[in-house]
């Protein structure tokens, strides 16, 4: 059939494309005598995008720079749904060291990053099912029609806008060190006109930030492309179609020239982006953490592993008394696909046959977050859980009332059930959880749908922490699929077990350093001027 024939052609196109990518890695200009603006001491400026996903982990240092290093003087840039986030972050610093300092906001022009990102591939309104596709070769069209577009989303004039503030900004606050997020390229290109030393702190692994980086072309045979769902170690039976997805990969973010309009008019604002090159000689702070991580052969030196970079938050008690009180009832089971997904009706139907199935043959209950898309009503949808929900052994709502780490954080969440967001995937690995006579940690089932969504579904079964709910029907679920994962992870069964005692592992040598704090230890030591090791103050 199609198979060969696409192999053959994606082969001799490869070759073009490698040449591509490799050229664009070698270093573009020597940096020698580069000598960044020093800035005034102690001084940090964050620019971050305002989506949970995105900024999760610059919030979380922060929270670790407020409470270890009250010398630093902290600002933050982003759009304006950012600053409560930062008064709650405060608020709580100052609990635990009283001297703690205000954080600066400084309001980026808009729209926030999802918003351009959909306006960009022409999609209306919130729902975000225009991002699903099928892992690997099957859903690389889509993925390819949207690289880009996830590189930098904004139109031509909202992207001078950002950047132009963002460069008035970096003026006015004269920082030691400029924090970036990898996903606001306007703010990223800012810095790097404005020569100030700068790192970056991403949520995503380092095998999809590095793999080209890695000896032996172990971006074609080694390390499974974003988007797709292959075992690692890879086997032989998948390389094909990893290097087809690869090279799409290497097509869609180094060739096509989407967009074209738009670049002309970024460069005609004398707007660049940093060479590539600049990716391995800037500080990169990651989440990586060695046996929760896929292994990479070469880390490279400017890399500094944090492990989950989780944010500390207040605790589940004072959020909501009665939630928390709940909790303690039972063994909970916590399903959450994140702050972007919305449940069409087919969703919500499927979930609640198999929560149903779960509530039936074990003694869990279930908090389940739920947001509707569509006019469908709660009697279209839940009556196969309608007697749990009167008994109380399954809770729904829109919103938590508690967000989720501080559920992680009362020790009675047994399971949570994501769609494989890094920091969903992070959360859960370093917590522990209580209920059960020994200490244990969480195991997971995800339910990806989209981009690097597939990796950690893929990840939590190479390690032994979880479930991959939906190989073979994603981004599509059915109630079958669902319901088996979730008995493996409750049953109590020699599996679940398992996978309960490799997260305790794994959630133990996250907690020797919380990652917040090696986060925060790095940017100190970037800002404190003049001081090997930051922090004296
Ligand atoms: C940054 O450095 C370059 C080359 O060293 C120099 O030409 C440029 O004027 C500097 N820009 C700023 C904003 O200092
Ligand atoms: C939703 O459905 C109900 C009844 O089925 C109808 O009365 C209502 O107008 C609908 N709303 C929208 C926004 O379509
Ligand atoms: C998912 O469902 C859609 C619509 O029902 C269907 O077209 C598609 O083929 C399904 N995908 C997979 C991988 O089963
Ligand atoms: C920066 O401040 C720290 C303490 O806050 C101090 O130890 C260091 O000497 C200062 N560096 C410079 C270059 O002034």
């Given at each position: 059939?199609?198979?060969?024939?696409?192999?053959y052609?994606?082969?001799?196109?490869?070759?073009?494309?490698?040449?591509?990518?490799?050229?664009?890695?070698?270093?573009?200009?020597?940096?020698?005598?580069?000598?960044?603006?020093?800035?005034?001491?102690?001084?940090?400026?964050?620019?971050?995008?305002?989506e949970?996903?995105?900024?999760?982990?610059?919030?979380?240092?922060?929270?670790?720079?407020?409470?270890?290093?009250?010398?630093?003087?902290?600002?933050?840039?982003?759009?304006?749904?950012?600053?409560?986030?930062?008064?709650?972050?405060?608020?709580?610093?100052?609990?635990?060291?009283?001297?703690?300092?205000?954080i600066?906001?400084?309001?980026?022009?808009?729209?926030?990053?999802?918003?351009?990102?959909?306006?960009?591939?022409?999609?209306?309104g919130?729902?975000?099912?225009y991002?699903?596709?099928?892992?690997?070769?099957?859903?690389?069209?889509?993925?390819?029609s949207?690289v880009?577009?996830?590189?930098?989303?904004?139109?031509?004039e909202?992207h001078?806008?950002?950047?132009?503030?963002?460069?008035?900004?970096?003026?006015?606050?004269?920082?030691?060190?400029?924090?970036?997020?990898?996903?606001?390229?306007?703010?990223?290109?800012?810095?790097?006109?404005?020569?100030?030393?700068?790192?970056y702190?991403?949520?995503?692994?380092?095998?999809?930030?590095?793999?080209?980086?890695?000896?032996?072309?172990g971006?074609?045979?080694?390390?499974?492309?974003?988007?797709?769902?292959?075992?690692?170690?890879?086997?032989?039976?998948?390389?094909?179609?990893?290097?087809?997805?690869?090279?799409?990969?290497?097509?869609?973010?180094?060739?096509?020239?989407?967009?074209?309009?738009?670049?002309?008019?970024?460069?005609?604002?004398?707007?660049?982006?940093?060479?590539?090159?600049?990716?391995?000689?800037?500080p990169?702070?990651?989440?990586?953490l060695?046996?929760?991580?896929?292994?990479?052969?070469?880390?490279?030196?400017?890399?500094?592993?944090?492990?989950?970079?989780?944010?500390?938050?207040?605790?589940?008690?004072?959020?909501?008394?009665?939630?928390?009180?709940?909790?303690?009832?039972?063994?909970?089971v916590?399903?959450?696909?994140?702050?972007l997904?919305?449940?069409?009706?087919?969703?919500?139907?499927?979930?609640?046959?198999?929560?149903?199935?779960?509530?039936?043959?074990?003694n869990?209950?279930?908090?389940?977050?739920?947001t509707?898309?569509?006019?469908?009503?709660?009697?279209?949808?839940?009556?196969?859980?309608?007697?749990?929900?009167?008994?109380?052994?399954?809770?729904?709502?829109?919103?938590?009332?508690?967000?989720?780490?501080?559920?992680?954080?009362?020790?009675?969440?047994?399971?949570?059930?994501?769609?494989?967001?890094?920091?969903?995937?992070?959360?859960?690995?370093?917590?522990?959880?209580?209920?059960?006579?020994?200490?244990?940690?969480?195991?997971?089932?995800?339910?990806?749908?989209?981009?690097?969504?597939?990796?950690?579904?893929?990840?939590?079964?190479?390690?032994?922490?979880?479930?991959?709910?939906?190989?073979?029907?994603?981004?599509?679920?059915?109630?079958?699929?669902?319901?088996?994962?979730?008995?493996?992870?409750?049953d109590?069964?020699?599996?679940?077990?398992?996978?309960?005692?490799?997260?305790?592992?794994?959630?133990?040598?996250?907690?020797?350093?919380?990652?917040?704090?090696?986060?925060?230890?790095?940017?100190?030591?970037?800002a404190?001027?003049?001081?090997?090791?930051?922090?004296?103050?």
């Amino acid at each position: 059939m199609g198979i060969p024939y696409r192999i053959y052609t994606a082969a001799t196109v490869l070759v073009a494309l490698v040449a591509v990518f490799l050229a664009s890695k070698s270093p573009a200009t020597p940096e020698s005598s580069f000598s960044p603006v020093q800035g005034k001491n102690g001084t940090v400026l964050f620019f971050v995008n305002t989506e949970y996903g995105l900024s999760n982990v610059h919030l979380a240092t922060i929270s670790g720079l407020l409470e270890k290093y009250p010398c630093t003087e902290i600002h933050v840039a982003s759009f304006p749904r950012t600053a409560p986030k930062l008064q709650r972050l405060s608020a709580l610093a100052r609990r635990k060291s009283p001297d703690a300092r205000d954080i600066y906001f400084h309001p980026l022009p808009g729209p926030e990053y999802i918003k351009a990102f959909s306006a960009r591939l022409g999609v209306q309104g919130k729902s975000v099912h225009y991002l699903l596709h099928p892992p690997g070769m099957k859903g690389l069209s889509t993925l390819i029609s949207r690289v880009q577009a996830a590189i930098s989303p904004w139109e031509a004039e909202d992207h001078i806008n950002i950047y132009t503030r963002a460069g008035e900004i970096i003026q006015d606050v004269d920082p030691s060190v400029v924090v970036l997020d990898t996903t606001l390229q306007p703010a990223i290109q800012a810095a790097w006109k404005s020569n100030r030393t700068h790192a970056y702190i991403s949520p995503n692994a380092l095998a999809d930030n590095f793999a080209g980086d890695q000896p032996n072309w172990g971006f074609l045979w080694k390390y499974s492309r974003m988007g797709s769902d292959f075992p690692f170690p890879m086997p032989w039976r998948k390389i094909p179609e990893n290097i087809i997805v690869t090279a799409g990969f290497i097509y869609s973010a180094f060739v096509r020239s989407d967009f074209r309009a738009i670049r002309k008019q970024l460069e005609a604002h004398g707007i660049q982006d940093p060479p590539r090159s600049s990716r391995l000689n800037r500080p990169w702070i990651a989440q990586y953490l060695p046996g929760a991580s896929i292994p990479l052969d070469f880390i490279p030196p400017n890399v500094i592993c944090a492990g989950p970079i989780v944010l500390d938050e207040v605790p589940a008690i004072e959020q909501d008394a009665e939630l928390t009180a709940w909790l303690s009832r039972a063994p909970t089971v916590l399903i959450n696909l994140g702050s972007l997904f919305t449940y069409k009706e087919e969703h919500a139907k499927t979930m609640a046959l198999a929560i149903a199935d779960m509530l039936a043959k074990t003694n869990v209950q279930v908090i389940w977050k739920m947001t509707k898309e569509g006019n469908y009503s709660d009697a279209d949808v839940l009556p196969p859980v309608q007697e749990d929900i009167e008994k109380g052994r399954l809770r729904i709502s829109e919103w938590l009332s508690a967000n989720p780490v501080s559920l992680l954080e009362t020790g009675n969440i047994v399971a949570s059930i994501h769609h494989g967001g890094a920091n969903c995937y992070n959360e859960a690995i370093a917590y522990e959880t209580t209920p059960f006579a020994l200490r244990a940690g969480v195991p997971q089932v995800i339910i990806p749908m989209w981009f690097d969504l597939y990796n950690y579904a893929q990840l939590v079964e190479d390690i032994g922490v979880g479930i991959y709910a939906t190989r073979g029907t994603a981004p599509n679920w059915t109630a079958e699929n669902l319901r088996k994962s979730f008995l493996k992870v409750v049953d109590g069964g020699q599996e679940s077990l398992g996978m309960r005692k490799k997260a305790k592992e794994l959630g133990e040598l996250a907690q020797k350093e919380p990652g917040r704090l090696t986060a925060a230890r790095e940017i100190a030591r970037l800002a404190i001027l003049g001081t090997q090791h930051g922090g004296l103050c």
